[in-house]
């Protein structure tokens, strides 16, 4: 389906022509527009968007290509900054990825009953925006340090899935314009990068013309502002966000400020690029960025590969900012021909992107654009580091881990704090293992380390440097112990062979990007001798998919009540999210991860400690540790285009066993009454036309009294459903057993089990309650109760539900059912200190109410104990930004800023959410 035509645009006139080996293409010049020069180059495709889009109606006006034009004005370096504007942004596309995936299909086809209920043509739901998903969240560590831990995990992950994938093939059959890539494609934000996108689209138009703008999107997962170290536009929205989106919604949002973060110097041949994403998430989490772009420039930038940005950009929600912009230079046209682009597209790139002025020259300083603010980071200042205990912005010099770690021990609880009194710092477990060998557990232990995430595996200097560093250490003699969980998730795809038959094991057969070089260069092999054999390509560790841990060392974590840690190449950390037993996690290089397994323990000093010991002789770090020179020697060598080619030329087709996946017919699903994974949600239900007016919300009760950096894995963690929750009491009652219950990332196209599993997470800390875990106190009766059974005997009881939050509320990965959750649980509405700019967002567009304290004002300086019952009295003429009077039955009385940010997200509240919205805006046209 081609694009139409505009012929209202009062911009039509900046339609120009562009002429590449014989073919003409129609662009819109912005650079016409005198100021173009010092706006940042992210506000410059949020013009261009605009200015293309632009026909008068609701969405796109004149006046927001006005808006976007005095950028410099309104959010410059000398503006106040005070007065916040509304602008449109309308993404070229969109990427899912399956765990917030599923549930965007499963809304599809309900939206597609709820049409046909209404007398609509259920077929009119379709996506209207192109959109790919990638099935990449359901692989899991089962397992591990064998030749055939690959194939026996992809096995499980199509047994597990079977009935989800089969759903999502009914709906790449049956919805048009949205493509879904198989499993063990690969890490969505690696394929986003080496293969969807495009940096400029080329697209055309219902009258044949083809028009070219620039490659942006957005995705239902946090880290799709990886993509924006290719100068391509993107972060992650709500998967509510995302499903508008796709049904052709603009994005509504405030124009934001732009950081200029400048990078003068060079890196020490040492120090990786890991280190200096967790020294920018540092620097930028203490200076604030959230809501707010970040763009990279200065000499420094030169110096960086694209795999090197990417590893910064994907970082962008660690560090808060909603994207972290790198605009495209000579290295991006380089990036396009060494992944396998056309000249000829490589061309068109290139000169329409200097034609609109979009391309730039990282060593001329004369391009460089106003910002609001600019910081300085000097690259030569950058030291090895890890994160952790507990949080992705808490760095520590390399040097000082082993004090650090000390010091965790026995700090007070909290995200540098384990509370340990002094009887237990040198508590010890052991047991014996397979090869007769006993092995010793204690406090700093490593019992999980993992080559993951597209933070770092998107990068081939770091791989390339984790590869000699085991190279160097099998020649010395040095072994990973048994017991450390180890694991290789690269995130490329891996070459489909079609000669397979189902007889035949397909994925011993297929070659990969990241394992092809690593094969090439012979360090896979030295990889896999201490046990790092790859595991799966997808999203594992990272996102807690790390499965169980060895029954032996649980015990004796369990037992002795150990501090035991992970170590990741990863991008977050939070507790409970690597695994449920590793109360210290740690981020780092894929280099230090398999150092860190080698010396089996964080209590490490690798200055003066030996790593490990050989035939009597002591091996340091310093010993094994590969030099920039002959990473970059390895890299020239062994990475070119043809291994993109070879890949991705049949990406789409999957294995055998997913094309032997059978899949429904028909417009709309069949739903199964007894599938415990794919379930119609309740969203639609007696749903019409006409839209209710605004009503007060009147004697809520808190549901649950929080504290700050309360994130999505708290709200609705993806891992193992517990055993003893109600998640699992209701799967029993489906005849599921204990051993077939699953994660709730599998279960996500399931609202029963969804609603369950919100606040299911066992750190969740409550003030109600004097454990941390997933109880709360009934009111007035005391009761104390799970989560899930308490907000049903509250909706028995008509009682609307609220909760009192503290700062950076929603913070963490992109999970629409974080506010699904709330909303099944019969929550109402929020009131937080601070929220994290995407899950803001989905509870809007679920129709729950965001409030905010007031500057100097929270729960504890108002006197809120959570015991009291809330009237907030929203006006039925609600503004984006009012203020909305709160009183208690206790006769407090406090104001609170609404965040509804935007006229858009008041529509999206008064329809009862974004779903709702589009259907009835649908179907009045």
């Known amino acids: 389906m081609g694009l139409r035509a505009s012929t209202n645009n009062p911009f039509k006139f900046l339609e120009k022509k562009l002429t590449v080996d014989g073919e003409t293409f129609h662009y819109y010049d912005i650079s016409h527009f005198k100021n173009i020069s010092k706006l940042p180059f992210s506000i410059r495709v949020l013009l261009e968007s605009a200015v293309r889009n632009c026909d008068?109606?609701?969405?796109?006006?004149?006046?927001?290509?006005?808006?976007?034009?005095?950028?410099?004005?309104?959010?410059?370096?000398?503006?106040?900054?005070?007065?916040?504007?509304?602008?449109?942004?309308?993404?070229?596309?969109?990427?899912?990825?399956?765990?917030?995936?599923?549930?965007?299909?499963?809304?599809?086809?309900?939206?597609?009953?709820?049409?046909?209920?209404?007398?609509?043509?259920?077929?009119?739901?379709?996506?209207?925006?192109?959109?790919?998903?990638?099935?990449?969240?359901?692989?899991?560590?089962?397992?591990?340090?064998?030749?055939?831990?690959?194939?026996?995990?992809?096995?499980?992950?199509?047994?597990?899935?079977?009935?989800?994938?089969?759903?999502?093939?009914?709906?790449a059959n049956v919805f048009e314009n949205m493509k879904i890539f198989p499993p063990g494609s690969g890490i969505m934000h690696q394929i986003n990068m080496e293969f969807l996108a495009?940096?400029?689209?080329?697209?055309?138009?219902?009258?044949?013309?083809?028009?070219?703008?620039?490659?942006?999107?957005?995705?239902?997962?946090?880290?799709t502002t990886m993509i924006n170290s290719l100068g391509v536009l993107g972060w992650g929205v709500g998967g509510i966000e995302a499903e508008s989106v796709m049904l052709g919604q603009t994005i509504s949002f405030l124009l934001p400020e732009v950081i200029g973060y400048k990078l003068i110097g060079m890196l020490d041949p040492l120090v990786t690029t890991t280190d200096l994403i967790l020294t920018i998430t540092e620097n930028l989490r203490n200076i604030g960025v959230v809501g707010k772009f970040v763009e990279f420039f200065g000499p420094g930038v030169k110096f960086l590969t694209i795999e090197e940005r990417a590893t910064i950009s994907i970082m962008a929600p660690e560090f808060g900012a909603t994207v972290g912009f790198f605009a495209i230079d000579e290295n991006a046209i380089s990036y396009l021909r060494q992944t396998n682009r056309s000249e000829k597209f490589i061309a068109i790139v290139r000169n329409y992107l200097k034609k609109t002025k979009q391309f730039r020259n990282y060593s001329d300083p004369s391009e460089d654009p106003t910002y609001s603010k600019v910081v300085v980071l000097d690259l030569s200042t950058v030291v090895r580091s890890v994160s952790g205990p507990k949080r992705p912005q808490d760095r520590i010099n390399l040097s000082d881990m082993k004090s650090d770690f000390s010091l965790c021990l026995s700090n007070n609880v909290g995200f540098r704090g384990f509370g340990l009194p002094k009887e237990q710092i040198d508590v010890t477990g052991s047991f014996m293992w397979d090869d007769g060998k006993m092995y010793s557990l204690k406090h700093g232990s490593v019992v999980i380390a993992a080559i993951a995430s597209a933070t770092n595996t998107s990068n081939p200097t770091v791989m390339f440097g984790a590869g000699i560093l085991a190279n160097n250490a099998v020649k010395k003699g040095l072994k990973v112990a048994p017991y450390i969980k180890t694991s290789l998730s690269p995130g490329s795809y891996p070459k489909q062979c079609f000669l397979c038959t189902v007889f035949i094991d397909f994925f011993q057969l297929g070659s990969k990007v990241v394992t092809r070089y690593l094969q090439e260069s012979?360090?896979?092999?030295?990889?896999?001798?201490?046990?790092?054999?790859?595991?799966?390509?997808?999203?594992?560790?990272?996102?807690?998919?790390?499965?169980?841990?060895?029954?032996?060392?649980?015990?004796?974590?369990?037992?002795?009540?150990?501090?035991?840690?992970?170590?990741?190449?990863?991008?977050?950390?939070?507790?409970?999210?690597?695994?449920?037993?590793?109360?210290?996690?740690?981020?780092?290089?894929?280099?230090?991860?398999?150092?860190?397994?080698?010396?089996?323990?964080?209590?490490?000093?690798?200055?003066?400690?030996?790593?490990?010991?050989?035939?009597?002789?002591?091996?340091?770090?310093?010993?094994?540790?590969?030099?920039?020179?002959?990473?970059?020697a390895l890299q020239s060598r062994f990475i070119a285009p043809r291994i993109y080619k070879e890949i991705y030329d049949e990406i789409e087709f999957g294995s055998t066993n997913w094309q032997l996946l059978n899949a429904a017919d028909g417009k709309l699903f069949s739903w199964d009454a007894k599938s415990t994974f794919i379930k119609r949600p309740p969203f639609f239900e007696n749903m019409s036309?006409?839209?209710?007016?605004?009503?007060?919300?009147?004697?809520?009760?808190?549901?649950?009294?929080?504290?700050?950096?309360?994130?999505?894995?708290?709200?609705?963690?993806?891992?193992?459903?517990?055993?003893?929750?109600?998640?699992?009491?209701?799967?029993?009652?489906?005849?599921?057993?204990?051993?077939?219950?699953?994660?709730?990332?599998?279960?996500?196209?399931?609202?029963?089990?969804?609603?369950?599993?919100?606040?299911?997470?066992?750190?969740?800390?409550?003030?109600?309650?004097?454990?941390?875990?997933?109880?709360?106190?009934?009111?007035?009766?005391?009761?104390?109760?799970?989560?899930?059974?308490?907000?049903?005997?509250?909706?028995?009881?008509?009682?609307?539900?609220?909760?009192?939050?503290?700062?950076?509320?929603?913070?963490?990965?992109?999970?629409?059912?974080?506010?699904k959750g709330l909303l099944m649980q019969g929550v109402k509405a929020v009131i937080a200190e601070s929220y994290e700019r995407i899950h803001r967002s989905n509870l809007v567009g679920m129709g729950i109410v965001p409030l905010e304290y007031l500057a100097g004002e929270n729960a504890e300086t108002l006197g809120l104990t959570g015991n009291e019952m809330y009237n907030i009295l929203l006006p039925k003429k609600i503004c984006a930004n009012d203020r909305v009077d709160v009183v208690t039955n206790c006769g407090i009385r406090f104001q609170t800023k609404v965040r509804f940010d935007t006229d858009l997200d008041v529509e999206y509240y008064k329809n009862g959410g974004i779903l709702h919205y589009t259907i009835r805006k649908m179907m009045r046209t």
């Open 198 to 223: 495009s940096i400029v689209f080329v697209k055309e138009r219902d009258d044949g013309t083809k028009i070219l703008y620039p490659d942006s999107v957005v995705g239902n997962d946090s880290h």
């Open 689 to 819: 036309l006409d839209v209710a007016e605004i009503e007060q919300i009147r004697n809520a009760r808190v549901l649950l009294n929080l504290g700050d950096s309360i994130t999505t894995d708290h709200i609705s963690p993806g891992g193992l459903i517990n055993e003893n929750s109600p998640a699992a009491r209701y799967l029993a009652q489906l005849g599921v057993i204990p051993g077939e219950l699953g994660s709730y990332s599998s279960r996500r196209g399931n609202d029963a089990v969804m609603a369950r599993g919100t606040f299911a997470n066992n750190r969740i800390i409550n003030k109600f309650m004097l454990q941390p875990g997933p109880k709360t106190i009934h009111f007035p009766s005391l009761d104390e109760m799970d989560i899930f059974d308490c907000a049903e005997r509250y909706r028995s009881e008509n009682v609307p539900l609220i909760l009192l939050v503290g700062k950076e509320y929603g913070c963490g990965s992109s999970r629409d059912w974080a506010a």
């Open 522 to 632: 012979g360090l896979l092999a030295s990889l896999e001798k201490l046990r790092f054999n790859v595991t799966g390509y997808g999203c594992m560790t990272c996102i807690g998919k790390s499965g169980l841990l060895d029954e032996r060392v649980a015990e004796i974590i369990e037992k002795n009540g150990l501090v035991c840690c992970g170590v990741i190449s990863g991008n977050r950390n939070f507790e409970g999210r690597i695994h449920p037993l590793t109360r210290a996690n740690y981020l780092a290089s894929p280099l230090l991860v398999v150092a860190y397994a080698l010396a089996g323990t964080i209590d490490i000093d690798f200055e003066t400690d030996p790593i490990g010991i050989h035939d009597d002789r002591k091996i340091y770090l310093k010993d094994i540790w590969p030099s920039r020179d002959e990473i970059q």
């Open 56 to 171: 008068g109606n609701f969405e796109t006006k004149k006046s927001d290509v006005i808006t976007i034009l005095n950028w410099e004005t309104y959010k410059g370096s000398d503006s106040k900054g005070e007065r916040e504007y509304e602008i449109p942004f309308k993404p070229a596309r969109v990427i899912l990825q399956d765990a917030n995936g599923v549930p965007a299909v499963v809304d599809f086809s309900a939206m597609r009953d709820a049409v046909s209920k209404l007398g609509g043509d259920p077929k009119r739901i379709n996506p209207i925006c192109p959109s790919h998903l990638i099935i990449d969240h359901t692989i899991q560590v089962d397992y591990f340090g064998t030749e055939n831990s690959l194939a026996k995990n992809e096995r499980l992950e199509i047994e597990r899935n079977r009935e989800r994938f089969a759903f999502l093939k009914w709906g």
